[in-house]
């Protein structure tokens, strides 16, 4: 079983501060982004080279500041342009042929190196076309050095293999009961079972399983999601349904 902690990770601190909007492709098209804070938030109009077509992860520091986004393509640093090293994620003809931005949700997810305040995960993947189908075959990771680029940050290894299975899209992250560590999760498409990665400040630890004893999901994004103090874990069926509380 999955043992997570009643504070879920991206709600302590203000990690979430940024929300970046936008789906129009380029840099002189508006853009905008939501910047909260404990009790309102700000609207704020702006141009930007990122767009999102679906897949969105952005992160800031424990302070609020905006480090990086990625559309599932390639990593933005605070300046949103492209951070070193940061292009060719997810290596594959479908990324080749979304260059804005995968059309796809829960497809990456931005994870602090436990113990660390300089050294960042991302989490990610692409899929493939199967008749009118699609299926991911890989989760990958990618590691971002802020120290590098002045600050910035670079990215220091990418497309690293995590997991290669066909597997039902989306990625769900908590925070471990203990308050330092994750736990990263996906489906295995056409099945219950749920694989679980155990992320520590030396990187990955295990990669374990779980059947969750629900229908199977059949070419469906499951669209994973645990809640905000951890307590509970939900994801789509295949008919459209909900099941949740089953890790």
């Not at 501060?17 to 492709?25: A, I, P, R, V």
């Not at 829960?106 to 189908?133: E, K, R």
């Not at 899209?169 to 560590?181: V, W």
């Not at 489906?187 to 520590?200: A, P």
Request: proline share 4%; with cysteine.
């Amino acid at each position: 079983m999955i043992n997570i902690s009643p504070a879920f990770s991206l709600a302590q601190g203000f990690y979430n501060h940024h929300w970046l909007l936008g789906s129009y492709n380029f840099l002189q098209d508006p853009k905008g982004r939501i910047v909260f804070d404990a009790n309102s938030y700000t609207h704020i109009p702006e141009f930007r080279k990122m767009s999102f077509k679906g897949t969105e992860a952005t992160i800031c520091n424990s302070q609020g500041d905006f480090l990086m986004s990625s559309n599932g393509v390639w990593i933005a640093n605070a300046n949103n342009d492209t951070m070193l090293n940061g292009s060719g994620l997810n290596p594959n003809g479908i990324t080749s042929s979304w260059a804005f931005g995968l059309p796809a949700v829960y497809n990456n997810v931005f994870l602090n190196f436990p113990n660390d305040t300089t050294q960042f995960a991302l989490f990610h993947h692409t899929f493939i076309q199967l008749g009118a189908n699609y299926y991911v075959t890989e989760l990958y990771s990618s590691s971002i050095d802020m120290q590098l680029d002045s600050g910035l940050g670079g990215v220091t290894y990418k497309n690293n293999i995590i997991i290669q299975d066909t597997l039902a899209g989306g990625i769900a992250a908590c925070k471990h009961a203990n308050g330092r560590d994750w736990w990263v999760v996906m489906i295995k498409e056409n099945s219950d079972l749920v694989y679980k990665i155990l992320f520590t400040p030396q990187g990955i630890a295990s990669i374990t399983t779980q059947n969750l004893v629900i229908d199977p999901a059949i070419f469906v994004d499951p669209q994973i999601t645990f809640s905000q103090d951890g307590t509970q874990f939900a994801c789509q069926k295949t008919d459209g349904g909900v099941v949740k509380n089953i890790l």
